[in-house]
Structures are given as C-alpha cells and as structure tokens.
C-alpha cells in the first residue's frame, strides 16, 4: 500500500499512477484503509532520503 500511496503522490510514473489513483479512490468508510499512518510515514521517510538533486 504505501508504494501505491508514494506513487500518486509523486505521480513519476505512469502506471503506478494510475494504480495508486484507483486504489486510493476505492477507499470509502466502508472500506479504509487501517495502514494508511504507517504507509503515509514510511513515503515520508522516502521522500525524505531522496537527494534533492533528483527532485528538480
């Protein structure tokens, strides 16, 4: 999950994107998502550690 959550964020590839878009998008409360602080913190994580260099 939190790869789906890191691909529409960073929406870099295009596949994934839409993956992550449609997965996102299911999520209602009927049906959460109960990883998504776990998954939300590790993308932050990620996103964290890439050097700068490879975001602009």
């Known amino acids: 999950m939190s790869i789906a959550y ?7 590839d295009l596949a994934g994107t839409s993956k992550g878009t ?9 049906f959460p998502s109960f990883n998504a602080m ?3 913190v590790e993308m932050v994580w990620v996103l964290e550690i890439i050097p700068s260099s490879l975001i602009d």
Do not use: F, G, P
């Open 6 to 12: 890191l691909r529409y964020v960073a929406r870099d």
């Open 22 to 30: 449609a997965l996102i998008e299911s999520l209602s409360s009927d």
């Open 38 to 40: 776990r998954s939300v």
